[in-house]
């Protein structure tokens, strides 16, 4: 009658002992959330950089070539631009999110899905020249919306799609986006 109590005590004491490993497995798990927020900070920074207190964000622009369908051949015309540099700092970024997964996602196998924006309070921008001439930095002016991105948790892995600030649109194929280094944005 013994041996009979000492197996389930001992099937009882054996999974007690293995709960804190348990719960400290669960607890190193991060939640689809921060993982969606990290994901969407890795892809915020893949083109800016905090320089300071502000994030800052470089576009280059090559001015179109002239003469219609074909490039011009020889030397460039004195006095056409050569392109510029257009550098955006951002201050007092803040982000939002909002997940949207439903149950139907759920059935379809999609652990979580949801948007995530980031905006600015304030932006200002100078240009700087190929040859070196620059700018001078624009006044602060409201900015709102700078980057939004979609993310979806489905299979194991993460997909993003993101949407840049109205600028680069304006911009077209004439306008790269690049994270600059802090030392090269102009001071001021």
């Given at each position: 009658m013994l041996s009979r109590i000492r197996l389930p005590v001992a099937a009882v004491v054996m999974a007690?002992?293995?709960?804190?490993?348990?719960?400290?497995?669960?607890?190193?798990v991060?939640?689809?959330?921060?993982?969606?927020q990290r994901q969407a900070n890795a892809l915020?920074?893949?083109f800016r950089i905090k320089c300071g207190t502000d994030h800052v964000v470089a576009i280059d622009v090559t001015p179109p070539?002239?003469?219609g369908f074909t490039q011009t051949l020889?030397?460039?015309p004195t006095?056409?631009?050569?392109?510029?540099?257009?550098?955006?700092?951002y201050a007092d970024m803040h982000l939002e999110g909002r997940e949207t997964t439903t149950d139907i996602d759920r059935r379809n196998g999609i652990g979580w899905r949801g948007s995530l924006a980031y905006s600015a309070a304030a932006a200002r921008q100078i240009s700087v020249g190929r040859d070196g001439t620059k700018g001078v930095w624009s006044p602060w002016?409201?900015?709102g919306p700078v980057y939004t991105v979609t993310l979806e948790f489905k299979d194991g892995g993460w997909s993003s799609r993101g949407q840049e600030m109205s600028l680069l649109g304006a911009l077209g194929r004439y306008g790269k986006i690049r994270r600059p280094a802090c030392?090269?944005?102009?001071?001021g």
């Open positions: 007690l002992s293995t709960l804190p490993a348990l719960a400290a497995s669960v607890q190193t991060p939640s689809p959330r921060l993982e969606a915020f920074e893949t070539s002239s003469g020889g030397a460039a006095g056409r631009a050569q392109g510029h540099t257009i550098y955006v700092a002016q409201p900015a030392s090269e944005v102009p001071a």
